[in-house]
């Protein structure tokens, strides 16, 4: 009888240790885990957003975004230099607010400088230039019925209603 006494009371003893431990070393990793700022230098950040406006001198524009940790519209300043990379345009001269981008930048001295810009085409902006398209082309027009192989054209159409 002493013996399981003893048995449970080391068991109890090594859980509740156990126990102590695991809570200590999960509270250190979640003070020691240092919190990212927002825009840390040279390390690469990603947004997407509508452009706001646009400054072609000064070679800067702003995006407007949504914080998804706080669930709210924020704006971004983002400046271009000759390292920074267009994808669907040719210079920040041909982006128009509205626009919605997919950005690459870094934040360095202050500033957010976009290395990668991708200028995200729209729906409804590409069914616009198809149809544009296609009623230029002459395929567009088509005829509003054509003839059967056999047929002559002059046959009157059939009719499912039949009379007796």
Known sequence: MRIKITVILVLSILVSAGLALSE??????ATSAP????SSDSSTQWVWGEVVNVD???KAFTLK???YETDQEKELSLTVDDATSYQNFKSLDDIQPKDNLSIDYIAKDGKNIAKSISL???ESASLENKTETD?????AV???ATPQAGSTGAEKP??????N
């Open 24 to 29: 200590d070393s999960a509270g250190t990793q």
């Open 135 to 139: 009623a230029a082309s002459p395929e």
């Open 65 to 67: 975004y949504l914080d």
């Open 120 to 122: 995200e085409k729209t």
């Open 158 to 163: 059939e009719t499912s209603a039949q009379t």
């Open 142 to 144: 088509q005829p509003a």
């Open 35 to 38: 919190a990212l700022p927002e």
């Open 56 to 58: 072609s001198l000064g």
